[in-house]
């Protein structure tokens, strides 16, 4: 029993460990100057995409495409630039997104 809880405790930590590293990043790349996790700043909260595209399989690639190469028309006037992030921070970006509720 105890090492079912530990190794529970563990997944946990590592878990919180990424979310916080995927936060940073976005912070780093500079997302959070216009979007909030759960606030409309210029573009839109990203509990707000979450819900959204919950259950949608294409949208982690659909949006990891819009994130590294900007768009607009989704969620109001306001575009959002391209960003300057890899492929691959991109769809680390956006799973993150897509894992706030
Ligand atoms: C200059 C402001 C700005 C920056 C910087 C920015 N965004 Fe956005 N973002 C927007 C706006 C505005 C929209 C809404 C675009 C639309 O309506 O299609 C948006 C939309 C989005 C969407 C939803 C797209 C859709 O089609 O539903 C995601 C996901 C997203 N941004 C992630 C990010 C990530 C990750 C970063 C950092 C790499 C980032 N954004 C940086 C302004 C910004």
């Known amino acids: 029993m105890k090492a079912v ?6 997944a946990g930590v590592v878990m919180a460990g990424q979310a916080q590293a995927d936060e940073a990043l976005a912070k780093a790349k500079n997302c959070m100057s216009c979007h909030a996790i759960d606030k409309k700043l210029v573009g839109p ?5 979450a819900a959204k595209y919950k259950g949608d399989a294409k949208a982690p690639a659909m949006l990891a495409a819009k994130v590294k190469a900007g768009g607009k028309g989704t969620w109001g006037q306001i575009p959002m630039p391209p960003n300057n992030v890899t492929e691959d921070e ?3 970006l956006v799973a993150w997104v897509l894992s706030q509720k």
């Open 90 to 92: 991109a769809k680390k």
């Open 45 to 49: 909260a990203y509990k707000e995409v």
């Open 5 to 10: 809880y530990v190794a529970m405790i563990a």
